[in-house]
């Protein structure tokens, strides 16, 4: 099952040829991984990316498009889960990591499949709307862009339902498909190698080095970046646990009349989220919550109901009338139990980077970015994001050093 987005996109990349060496073997060519060899093709490290279908098949090119600058957490529920320090911390790095995608995308993709209108949350109940305040409030105090939106300047088929929300003016949405070609060319402009069809069966750790298993071949590296979202736990199963698969639905609609706002839109919670494409259509994602534990599975499968009940709202509540819908679709999401994500050494040689919890557009970019600067020593690892958190077994662990 393909999404709209993969249409025209999707390149199926040879698989691994035999035994070949790198500095590093990436496991995984969704944004996370691609980010990471991005960057560190541009250090001069030789990497290899291997994925079990191709670049973009899984989330990355699977979900809602909604270029978000924020965290997994509202300000206000992650300061209180998280802790100020580290809030504000992890705030800054995903404004600055926002800042250079916006620059990728500008470069990636045309305005036809970039749009930075701002993305507006609108609240379920009271409860968030609270929160919402709170989130805003927390924003102004630190500088960060972002502001509530009252009821009375919301449109008419908006304020219908909801008493105002919290507008995040430097988010947006885009074609993601286009920012995997993107990364695609890029590190192979630099040499870096991508096999497609090519799924890891184990990694040894040998000789100060990894040697990365394939029914194809092997790769012998220094290190290995474990990059496969909720695919985790196959590779590393004291960690399946840590990244839990959840599916989340989409559809795409044909093109419709241009609607009443240009916002990307986040409602009720974050379990439905919309934006109007360029060329009119609609694209709408959500309702995990109507059957959480059947959305509890990583397999590629549309969920009747719920996406009964998305047509249903994209013309109730979107559109106003009856609309076609030309494509659906499924994705699976990596989500951790405390909404960080896992981004550092599992050990020496193996490092992590997965878990973002329905937000990776930026939050892939920052986790490749600490990676690959915390790796060349060029800052500390962040303790609370290690993937040893989760760690049931004691151990040396890289990230106290
Ligand atoms: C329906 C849906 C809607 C979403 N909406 C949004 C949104 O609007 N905004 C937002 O910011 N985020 C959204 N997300 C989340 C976002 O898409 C993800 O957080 C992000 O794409 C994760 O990137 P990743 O590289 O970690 O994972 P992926 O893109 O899933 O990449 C992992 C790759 O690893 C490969 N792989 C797995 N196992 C192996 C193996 N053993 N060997 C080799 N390769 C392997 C897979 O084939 C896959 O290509 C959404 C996700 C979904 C599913």
């Known amino acids: 099952m393909r999404s709209y987005w993969h249409a025209k ?11 070949i060496t790198a500095d590093v073997a990436v496991i995984g060519a969704g944004f996370a991984g691609l980010w990471f060899a991005h960057m560190a093709s541009r250090r001069g490290i030789r990497v290899v990316v291997l994925d079990a279908e191709a670049p973009g098949y899984g989330a990355s090119g699977r979900n809602g498009g909604l270029m978000t600058g924020g965290l997994a957490l509202s300000p206000s529920d992650a300061v209180q889960q998280w802790g100020e320090a580290l809030a504000l911390n992890l705030y800054h790095r995903v404004v600055r990591a926002q800042q250079a ?5 500008a470069q990636a993709m045309g305005v036809s499949d970039f749009k930075q209108d701002g993305c507006l949350v609108l609240p379920a109940d009271e409860t968030e709307w609270q929160k919402l305040k709170e989130s805003a409030a927390w924003l102004a105090r630190h500088g960060f862009p972002g502001g509530i939106v009252s009821g009375q300047d919301l449109p008419q088929s908006l304020k219908n339902y909801w008493p105002g929300g919290l507008v995040y003016p430097t988010d947006g949405s885009w074609q993601p498909m286009k920012l995997v070609q993107w990364l695609v ?29 394939t029914d194809q071949g092997q790769v012998a590296a220094d290190y290995a ?5 909720a695919s985790l736990g196959r590779l590393v199963p004291a960690l399946a646990d840590a990244v839990v698969p959840t599916r989340g639905q989409m559809l795409v609609s044909e093109p419709v009349d241009p609607l009443p706002y240009t916002w990307a839109v986040s409602a009720d919670w974050g379990y439905l989220y919309w934006h109007q494409r360029p060329d009119g259509r609609i694209a709408l994602g959500g309702f995990r919550n109507l059957d959480i534990d059947g959305e509890g599975s990583d397999e590629l499968a549309l969920n009747p109901r719920i996406q009964e009940e998305l047509s249903r709202w ?10 076609a819908v030309d494509y659906r679709w499924a994705g699976i999401m990596g989500f951790t139990p405390d909404r960080l994500p896992l981004v550092g050494p599992w050990t020496a040689r193996q490092l992590v980077l997965a878990g973002f919890n329905g937000h990776g557009s930026t939050n892939t970019y920052m986790a490749a970015e600490h990676l690959m600067r915390a790796m060349a020593g060029d800052e500390d690892w962040l303790a609370p994001l290690s993937p040893r958190r989760f760690s049931r077994t004691k151990g040396d662990n890289p990230c106290k050093r």
Do not use: D, K, M, W
């Open 101 to 105: 995608i916006q620059e990728a995308a």
């Open 314 to 323: 994209l013309a109730e509540r979107i559109v106003g009338r009856p609309v």
């Open 9 to 19: 996109t999707l390149f199926v990349p040879h698989r691994l040829p035999g035994r």
């Open 225 to 229: 970046v474990l990059a496969v979202n």
């Open 185 to 213: 060319r890029a590190i192979q402009s630099r040499g870096g190698e991508i096999y497609g069809r090519t799924a890891v069966r184990s990694i040894q750790e040998e000789s100060g080095g990894v040697e990365v298993r």
